[in-house]
């Protein structure tokens, strides 16, 4: 998948240290980017945008704890 274009952003709820976070690209048409802010020109996992919304949605329920 080309990700070219994508437009990177992290929560405003992230630190600015630099720290774990994870980056999101939702302007390319059909595909939601997820990207590992420490290490931007690395792998890049693409979702159906209705996927991601699906799991943002689990997350926030917290449906996922252990």
């Given amino acids: 998948m080309d990700l070219t274009g994508a ?3 992290k929560s405003s709820k992230s630190g600015g240290n630099g720290g774990a976070c994870v980056e999101v690209a939702d302007n390319l048409p059909g595909v939601v980017g997820v990207r590992d ?5 690395g792998p890049a996992l693409v ?3 209705g996927a991601f919304v699906a799991f943002v949605g689990n997350v926030k329920a917290d ?3 252990a």
């Fill in 7 to 9: 437009q990177w952003r």
């Fill in 37 to 41: 802010s420490k290490d931007p020109t």
């Fill in 47 to 49: 979702f159906a945008p």
């Fill in 63 to 65: 449906r996922f704890a």
